[in-house]
């Protein structure tokens, strides 16, 4: 079920493995967020993707900037220097390259089972941000 974290080491690991992972956190937790509003599935689903695409996230990505400690400045930067072999047609590069960090932050908490670190800085990303 749950990776422990002795069975990985999370400094070895790929940026893009974290960031596979934490597209995942992400998006349920705005998809938890977004449950709160009980509307109509279609209408929450249009929701989020706004909130999970690329130029969100970028926005995101530098959101967070200041209150990251150095180790995890180091993960948001691994996971945007990484060498992704496409980027999505409607994505601009630099944003879907800091999309990619910010993922990998939220993926490598996750597997180091700081989910308070993981709820602190969702909370510091602007709910309503939305990009489209």
Do not use: W
């Not at 940026?15 to 977004?34: K, N, S, Y």
Request: hydrophobic share 40%; glycine share 6%; with cysteine.
């Amino acid at each position: 079920m749950f990776v422990e974290e002795e069975d990985v080491d999370l400094h070895t690991l790929s940026p893009i493995t974290l960031a596979f992972l934490g597209d995942a956190v992400f998006e349920l937790l705005v998809r938890e967020q977004l449950a709160k509003e009980n509307a109509p599935a279609g209408k929450l689903h249009q929701k989020a993707v706004k909130r999970v695409c690329c130029s969100a996230q970028a926005v995101g990505y530098d959101a967070l900037q200041e209150v990251l400690t150095e180790e995890e400045r180091s993960v948001l930067r691994r996971g945007r220097n990484a060498n992704s072999t496409r980027v999505p047609k409607n994505a601009n590069p630099q944003e879907y390259r800091k999309a990619t960090g910010l993922e990998a932050l939220f993926g490598y908490l996750y597997l180091k089972k700081e989910t308070g670190r993981i709820l602190e800085l969702f909370a510091l990303l602007d709910p309503e941000q939305e990009i489209g």
